[in-house]
């Protein structure tokens, strides 16, 4: 092992043959400029967000908290993020105004998931004249994703038609898509991790990657070499770094390949693809580890998740809920209907607690991962029977590069527009824009 660890490029990529892979942030390649928030001269880590999205609202009076600041305890719902609270946000009183009506009738869902990063309303149409507005994820795009392989990343877990009329006269590409790269361009979610994986890591033309495929090798076999010769010029540290890294990535193809021959589980009416996870959660946590990986190598630091879509009559019955969860959406006040809304929505936060955990886990810097990440999570509808998109359920964890204190429920004034959450978000990517969607000016209160 190298006594003086030579100094590395922020892009150096490991190679072998038709592929190639990123690295991790190391010591070794110190405190330059281009690992700033957004741009040079920054912080020694890049600011990263994402936007977690769960459809159909939630039980809320499990959801959030009595106390205001940094007393405030979990509830029910929040409790799997226990590990995480000081590095969390409950932010209350937050509106996706564009989500309601004005005028336009029935349409809700389509509309929550629309206008969540946009701040835009939607046009009511089922036919091919969509139109929304630029998502704060693809404007951060514009502005940042130049510094990354791939600008951003859109995941989901939930398949979702691009056109067809999905909710009372709506697109179902409004009900199935979160990002938007323009008024008129929605971006698709990729839903099989295999493929996912494969886009954030693997350059091979199409012919090579079947050659890989048919020989059952993996990606870190192709890069071995090159590895093996980085490691002899590394200090202990980034030696130790490098080899986490790369087990990582083993242990996520070894997954997917595991997952690719398991039986797809029986569900009424629906056809579990090949070559996704038959198990949801097995599902959702791979789209985390990949996040993670995405964020890790800086391979992208922009992503958007939907766990599912909005509208979605997905049943739980592996948490003993075998109702659809859209139907029991609409509950009536009926207390055992609301019972099983709230075990859906424990399920979910769950999840982000795996992502969040996980990020946590990831040494960086000056920090960790979740310390250098901006990770908000919520639905564009807050009570699924009525359908409102007030006092909507949002969380924001980790630190934004410092930029944010966390450990907190913060409630804010009625009708407050979510958009100006995401326009403080852009803000810490060192990206000042006047306006995005309804926003009427930054978010108060996140820095303390």
Not at 7 to 13: A, C, E, N
Not at 46 to 59: E, Q, S
Not at 302 to 321: C, H, M, Q
Not at 391 to 396: G, R, S
């Amino acid at each position: 092992m190298s006594t003086n660890p030579r100094k590395l490029s922020r892009r150096t990529l490991l190679r072998g043959v038709g592929v190639s892979l990123s690295l991790p942030w190391l010591e070794a390649m110190g405190p330059s400029g281009a690992w700033g928030n957004a741009r040079e001269g920054a912080a020694s880590a890049p600011n990263r967000m994402a936007f977690l999205y769960v459809p159909n609202g939630k039980n809320m009076t499990q959801w959030t908290p009595s106390k205001e600041g940094v007393d405030y305890e979990l509830p029910a719902t929040l409790q799997p993020l226990a590990s995480v609270k000081d590095k969390l946000l409950v932010l209350s009183g937050l509106t996706a105004d564009k989500a309601r009506p004005h005028g336009d009738g029935g349409g809700d869902h389509a509309r929550a998931l629309s206008a969540f990063l946009t701040g835009t309303q939607a046009r009511k149409t089922d036919g091919t004249d969509i139109r929304a507005g630029v998502s704060v994820d693809q404007l951060a795009a514009a502005r940042v994703g130049d510094l990354t392989r791939l600008q951003s990343l859109e995941v989901g877990c939930e398949q979702g038609a691009m056109a067809g009329n999905c909710d009372s006269g709506y697109s179902c590409v409004y009900s199935s898509t979160m990002s938007w790269r323009s008024a008129t361009q929605p971006l698709p979610k990729e839903v099989n991790p295999k493929l996912v994986f494969e886009r954030l890591f693997g350059s091979t033309p199409d012919a090579q990657r079947a050659e890989r495929d048919a020989r059952r090798k993996s990606i870190l076999d192709f890069v071995r070499e090159d590895s093996q010769d980085l490691s002899g010029k590394l200090g202990k540290s980034d030696v130790r770094k490098l080899d986490e890294y790369l087990s990582s990535i083993r242990d996520i193809e070894a997954r997917i390949n595991s997952a690719e021959k398991m039986p797809p589980i029986v569900v009424p009416t629906i056809a579990a693809p090949t070559s996704i996870p038959a198990a949801y959660d097995e599902h959702i946590r791979l789209m985390c580890d990949l996040i993670v990986l995405g964020f890790q190598a800086d391979v992208t630091r922009i992503a958007t998740f939907v766990l599912a879509n909005e509208g979605s009559n997905k049943p739980y019955p592996f948490i003993d809920v075998p109702e659809g969860h859209h139907d029991l959406s609409h509950h009536g006040n009926d207390q055992a209907k609301l019972s099983k809304i709230a075990q859906i929505n424990t399920f979910h936060t769950k999840q982000l607690a795996y992502l969040l955990e996980k990020l946590d886990s990831v040494s960086e810097g000056d920090g960790t991962l979740l310390d250098h990440s901006m990770i908000a999570y919520g639905s564009g509808n807050s009570d699924g029977n009525a359908h409102n998109h007030d006092d909507l359920p949002i969380l924001l964890a980790g630190g934004g590069c410092g930029t944010i204190k966390t450990g907190r429920h913060i409630r804010y004034n009625k009708d407050t527009p979510l958009n100006n959450l995401w326009l403080s978000m852009l803000n810490r990517m060192q990206i000042d824009i006047a306006q995005l969607g309804d926003s009427t000016g930054s978010l108060t209160k996140l820095d303390g």
